[in-house]
């Protein structure tokens, strides 16, 4: 039957309840799934009088023209460039039009039947939150839920391949939360043995046999390619900038979960490599507190601090929340929060934000208003969360980066696999990639390692040995302009025999550039441990982009916000180690299903790694 004739019939079948005079109108699916993530199974039909509280994102207006607003003030051609906008120009654009929000609300409390004291509008009229039963959620999207039971003990519920809205209601909606999104965190692992946060791409800390004592002078530079330091990834990329004008831009690292930093550790380690910060802290700032687990915060800080000296103006983002919307909330408390205008700007942030537990009190409005770089090393399949969750969390940063906010996540350490070596098909050939970097207004951070015995002076490779440097292609966002000559290149000519169907030759491309992620000497409960991951790299891009940004703001001109325009144009190609040995197979029986690097652009390190000194030279030569 032809779309047409569709349409027809639902715009026929559509009626007014005799009862409350509204809109009825058949139910259409709204999304749809064709299996579960690996590593979860269906256990059984959720309790139909557990309380699960649903938020509807409402679509925005205007979203299909991010892209080019993003160009006319990133694309350094621009004579726009560097002109971000206010967080009112970016509301007032992608604000929910009237009809959006009362269509929605309409249908909740007419024909649905909820009693409107359940439903509330969050401040920004992006979502609408309802408090329903699993039965009635049941009857209000047209689905069933399940109890999931993952392979390490998690529980999770979640609805099953698909759910409904009415037809006039479903153009109003991005997405529905929770339905069939698998963001929950399995959570019987524990660091002490194979640290790893399952959330996505961390690193995995191996304590040696013995304490490690500072690298002598004379070994210094020469054991680099067995334990990375700050001395080390200041030779390697030529960074040599000092802050000159802290005071006027930050960069902050989140911490997801329970994850916080040691001072203790924090301290330990500038004593080893950077004595004259002993007692330098970054600013906390967060939704609820975290508690244990030292590994990643530890390396974030550690270096990202280190690199950037005792000026820094650094954020700790501790984001934690294990209410109904675990993920989804620590993601969107996050990308609202890092907005200056959060606590005040049109009344403050939505009423279902303050009601998980010690919100207020642990520090939930003392977010800065100086956010322009920051830093991300948690991550989940994109699979995991279905096309349009992936591009709404794409819209928001995307939002960020029109505000002039650089957003940065590490690519994973599974290759072109998820967590734990996890691929689709029956064959387990699919590529998986990892949300967030699947989105083009994030720039994604691959990594490499130097070679055995070789020197900083050396090309480096990518991490193939002990962890494969993730990569890939969206199966949800398309490839953005921006990448286009780079990454038809690598396709066209390096692919090699990677198979026709395993991954989407038109999907949005990362990493976009890497770093080195190998034996980072990082101090852990008073003693140094070798930890290494793409976690590491991203943080140190985030300190490399600080340092642009300083450079920037003491010339004069805008931080760099949204970087991809610049970093893949030509002005910025001479400030490029080009890597071109390693892989990031991990698919397939026998797990040689993937990507090779490549000259030029490839999906396992990106663009190379930087020379940041000419990195700072090609951007102040922009507007």
Not at 135 to 152: D, I, K, R
Not at 264 to 271: E, G, K, M, R, V
């Amino acid at each position: 039957m032809h779309a047409r004739s569709v349409l027809l019939l639902a715009i026929a079948a559509a009626v007014l309840s005799p009862s409350t005079g509204t809109l009825i109108s058949p139910q259409v699916v709204h999304e749809r799934r064709d299996s579960i993530p690996r590593g979860w199974s269906l256990q059984r039909r959720a309790d139909p009088d557990l309380i699960l509280p649903h938020l509807f994102a409402l679509a925005q207006p205007n979203v299909d023209n991010l892209e080019a607003f993003l160009l006319d003030v990133s694309d350094p051609s621009s004579p726009n460039y560097g002109k971000h906008w206010t967080q009112a120009k970016v509301s007032q654009t992608f604000r929910p039009t009237a009809e959006t929000v009362d269509t929605v609300h309409a249908w909740l409390t007419g024909s649905a039947g909820i009693d409107s004291s359940r439903v509330r509008l969050t401040k920004n009229d992006a979502y609408i939150e309802v408090n329903v039963t699993i039965a009635e959620a049941e009857a209000l999207l047209g689905t069933q839920y399940f109890v999931y039971q993952h392979e390490h003990g998690s529980i999770h519920v979640a609805c099953g391949d698909r759910y409904h809205l009415p037809a006039h209601v479903s153009k109003h909606v991005d997405t529905v939360w929770p339905t069939f999104h698998f963001d929950a965190m399995p959570r019987s692992r524990r660091r002490n043995t194979r640290p790893e946060t399952l959330a996505g791409s961390t690193p995995i800390a191996r304590p040696f046999n013995q304490t490690l004592s500072p690298l002598t002078e004379s070994d210094g530079l020469s054991s680099c390619w067995m334990t990375t330091t700050l001395d080390c990834l200041r030779a390697l990329y030529n960074f040599t900038y000092e802050l000159t004008v802290p005071e006027k831009h930050s960069m902050g690292i989140v911490e997801f979960g329970t994850e916080t930093l040691s001072y203790t550790d924090l301290d330990a380690f500038f004593q080893a490599y950077a004595p004259s910060m002993v007692g330098t802290r970054p600013t906390w700032v967060g939704l609820d507190g975290g508690t244990d687990l030292l590994i990643e915060p530890n390396l974030d800080f550690q270096y990202a601090m280190g690199l950037l000296g005792g000026n820094v103006n650094m954020l700790q983002y501790q984001v934690t929340n294990d209410g109904p919307y675990w993920a989804y909330l620590n993601i969107d408390y996050l990308m609202d929060a890092i907005d200056g205008d959060y606590c005040t700007f049109e009344g403050g942030d939505p009423p279902f934000l303050s009601t998980g537990p010690g919100n207020r009190t642990n520090g939930a409005m003392r977010w800065s208003p100086a956010r322009h770089v920051v830093s991300v090393s948690y991550l989940q399949a994109e699979f995991a969360f279905g096309d349009f969750y992936a591009t709404r969390m794409c819209t928001e940063f995307g939002k960020l980066a029109l505000m002039g906010t650089t957003v940065i996540f590490s690519s994973g350490d599974n290759g072109v696999a998820s967590l734990g070596g996890s691929c689709g098909g029956d064959n387990n050939t699919d590529f998986y990639p990892q949300i967030a970097n699947t989105c083009p207004y994030v720039l994604s951070v691959g990594a490499t390692q130097i070679i055995k015995n070789h020197q900083v002076t050396d090309p480096e490779e990518a991490t193939s040995a002990v962890f494969k440097s993730g990569g890939g292609f969206s199966n949800y966002i398309p490839r953005p302009s921006f990448q286009d000559a780079a990454v038809q290149n690598f396709i066209e000519n390096y692919a090699g025999d990677v198979p026709d169907g395993v991954y989407n030759k038109s999907g949005r491309a990362y990493p976009d550039v890497s770093a080195n992620g190998y034996n980072y000497r990082v101090y852990i409960n008073g003693e140094p441990n070798a930890v290494f991951g793409t976690s590491a790299s991203a943080p140190v891009w985030g300190a490399f982009l600080t340092a642009v940004n300083d450079a920037r703001i003491a010339a004069g001109k805008s931080p760099v916000g949204w970087v991809h325009p610049a970093l893949y144009s030509d002005a910025f190609a001479g400030v490029w180690h080009d890597v071109t040995l390693g892989d990031n197979k991990a698919c397939g029986v026998d797990r040689t299903l993937g990507f090779t690097a490549a000259p030029g652009w490839d999906p396992i390190t990106g663009l190379g790694t930087p020379d940041v000194g000419k990195l700072i030279e090609a951007w102040l030569a922009l507007p």
